[in-house]
């Protein structure tokens, strides 16, 4: 029998734990507050330009812990910035940052299962409807429920189709216990103006239809989208913003500056040795010496979300001397070719000594003769992906440390 003082293993799975590890994230709040800053001040002018008078409202898409930078650490300052909405991807996503004393208003972004709903009354969460069994759900709470109704004008991945969106509109505004705050769509290629242009002719035909209420949100534009809108300046009322804000995606429009990423990754070397010439390394032996060589390994791997596809083509920075991944990538652990550190300083580095896998801040941003950035750009370019795959997947295991670079 354990003694009182002894946990439960349902109590220790409940306790703050806080990893120590030789390779961590550190996330920039001061270039998180420079994007947020220059995406706003984009926004206001590209807005004013197209006649609006109200300014737009700005949501801080948070899903996934913020794209794993933390979304409880991010929300405050992006509300200094002026963002007024965190959207979210699941009821539970929303009621751990209200859980952690965040206040703004939360709309869960994907579709919202139907238990969730007494959870978005007492968490004060607004839900994503657009089919007959929300409907349904909605006619049998107690309590009231804020809701936001999403449009499928050509994404096709849920909402209501655009064609039947005013019907099912009229039908919630009968629901007595349902709060529609707002109406909202989303663009497949925000980047495609003719494309923007069709989904806008459809979800501009439901707001005809059935035109918003006063304070009810209208909003159909991601990053991309945002200073792409064209006439959907007209008529939206906010504008969602989400990889922008962490450094990405800096072709959305024409910014007045750069974008800074906002996630770095470093590690610390665990073992350095010297192996003769003719020997192969990791798994399969991809790589071999050529002469006697420094190697070191550093304790991070795919587990970690450093992919596995970037083995033998991965570059890392050590005191600003650049060295080749050498050999394949493990899940706990990766190699990396000392040489170019013992040409330059005519010695191997330390056991513990740091190195950067990724760069943020100003130091992303530089333009370098010959040489990639350290960016997930430049990783995403290898293995023909996307920035938002890399980020989400770097959240696995890795402890984060928050910096704050002068903006």
């Known amino acids: 029998m354990p003694s009182p003082n002894s946990k439960t293993p349902k109590q220790s799975r409940s306790l703050i734990h806080q990893p120590h590890r030789d390779a961590w994230l550190e996330v920039d709040l001061g270039a998180l507050e420079h994007n947020a800053k220059i995406m706003n001040a984009s926004i206001e002018a590209f807005s004013a330009q197209q006649g609006r008078v109200a300014p737009l409202e700005l949501m801080a898409v948070v899903k996934a812990d913020a794209y794993g930078h933390g979304a409880m650490m991010v929300a405050p300052i992006l509300k200094a910035c002026g963002f007024g909405l965190l959207g979210v991807a699941s009821i539970d996503e929303a009621v751990q940052l209200r859980q952690a004393g965040i206040e703004m208003p939360i709309l869960v972004l994907s579709a919202s299962p139907l238990w969730a709903m007494p959870l978005a009354s007492e968490y004060n969460v607004q839900l994503t409807v657009f089919n007959q069994s929300h409907l349904t759900a909605l006619s049998e709470q107690k309590k009231p429920v804020a809701v936001q109704v999403k ?34 769509s989303h663009f497949a290629m925000g980047d495609n103006p003719l494309a923007c ?16 209420r006063l304070g009810q949100q209208v909003h159909i534009a991601n990053s991309l989208g945002a200073l792409n809108g064209h006439q959907a300046w007209q008529h939206c009322t906010m504008a969602r913003l989400g990889i922008a804000l962490y450094g990405y995606e800096a072709h959305v429009g024409v910014l007045p500056q750069t974008l800074q990423p906002v996630m770095g990754l470093k590690a610390r070397f665990s073992h350095i040795q010297q192996v003769a010439a003719g020997e192969g390394i990791s798994y399969n032996h991809t790589y071999k010496t050529e002469k006697p060589q420094w190697l070191g390994t550093i304790p991070l791997g795919y587990a970690d979300g450093l992919p ?46 740091v190195i950067t ?42 402890p984060r440390i928050y910096t704050r670079s002068g903006v």
């Open 308 to 353: 596995r596809g970037l083995s033998n083509q991965l570059e890392a920075s050590y005191q600003g001397i650049r060295i080749p991944q050498v050999g394949m990538i493990t899940m706990d652990q990766t190699i990396f070719d000392l040489s170019p550190i013992v040409d330059r300083l005519g010695r191997p580095p330390s056991l513990g000594d």
């Open 197 to 212: 242009q069709q989904q806008w002719r459809r979800f501009s035909d439901v707001l005809a239809q059935h035109p918003p």
């Open 151 to 184: 449009v499928d004008t050509g994404m096709h991945r849920i909402g209501v189709p655009w064609q039947e969106a005013s019907a099912f509109l009229r039908a919630l505004d009968a629901i007595p216990m349902t709060k529609v705050s707002g109406i909202f």
């Open 357 to 398: 896998l990724l760069e943020t801040g100003k130091q992303a941003c530089g333009v370098e003769a010959g040489r990639v950035l350290l960016t997930l750009s430049a990783w995403a370019k290898t293995l023909n992906t996307i920035e938002y795959e890399l980020m989400c997947a770097l959240r696995v295991r890795l």
